[in-house]
T-cell receptor, first 111, second 116 residues
Framework: EDQVTQSPEALRLQEGESSSLNCSYT??????LFWYRQDPGKGPEFLFT???AGEEKEKERLKATLTKKESFLHITAPKPEDSATYLC????????????FGSGTRLSIRP | DSGVTQTPKHLITATGQRVTLRCSPR?????VYWYQQSLDQGLQFLIQ???????AKGNILERFSAQQFPDLHSELNLSSLELGDSALYFC???????????????FGPGTRLTVL
């Protein structure tokens, strides 16, 4: 069964304290991996798309990396405005259109 | 702002009723996707339309249906509503949504449905 597992479920950091969020997946023949940020009651906001193992993408304080079995979202020197739920998603084995989302990591940054 | 619009923002209705949610994709996008997000289920894919035709289906209930019109906007119809249908419903769009590699999907702000 296609699965996406994110860890930790929740993470509380002090402002400026860097850390990483993990996303592991069981889908073989990966056809993309997506990271989104979601604020409460809002729609997911696109962050990154990764297609190949070894690929890295950066945006401000965030950097996403991809291996054959997992992806990491590294957050460097976070600020309180980075507090949100971060979602990882991959297409299912049966269809590139059926995106499977992980349950997310709730990130809280204390000033 | 992703460029995807959804109306209404909030909808409150009673069990047994029928509602219609509307979505307009980003300019130039041909595919529209619908998702349901509830507290206990997370974000679940319901259905995809590409240029007016159904392309992929997830765990969409038979009481739910969707369509995409010639101007590419889409509607999700929910009927015989139950308490458990209360959730956030999101629409997303992408340029193509077919082929080998997955397209990046851009999400709208969502419709919060409350069934009383």
């Amino acid at each position: 069964e296609d699965q996406v597992t994110q860890s930790p479920e929740a993470l509380r950091l002090q402002e400026g304290e860097s850390s990483s969020l993990n996303c592991s997946y069981t889908v073989s023949g990966l056809r993309g991996l997506f990271w989104y940020r979601q604020d409460p009651g809002k729609g997911p906001e696109f962050l990154f798309t990764l297609y190949s193992a070894g690929e890295e993408k950066e945006k401000e304080r965030l950097k996403a990396t991809l291996t054959k079995k997992e992806s990491f979202l590294h957050i460097t020197a976070p600020k309180p405005e980075d507090s949100a739920t971060y979602l990882c998603a991959v297409p299912s084995r049966s269809s590139a259109s059926k995106i499977i989302f992980g349950s997310g990591t709730r990130l809280s940054i204390r000033p | 702002d992703s460029g995807v619009t959804q109306t209404p923002k909030h909808l409150i209705t009673a069990t047994g009723q029928r509602v219609t949610l509307r979505c307009s994709p980003r300019s130039g996008d041909l595919s529209v996707y619908w998702y349901q997000q509830s507290l206990d289920q997370g974000l679940q894919f319901l259905i995809q339309y590409y240029n007016g035709e159904e392309r992929a289906k997830g765990n969409i209930l038979e009481r739910f249906s969707a369509q995409q019109f010639p101007d590419l906007h889409s509607e999700l119809n929910l009927s015989s509503l139950e308490l458990g249908d209360s959730a956030l419903y999101f629409c997303a769009s992408s340029v193509v949504g077919s082929g080998g590699m997955a397209d990046t999907q851009y999400f709208g702000p969502g419709t919060r449905l409350t069934v009383l």
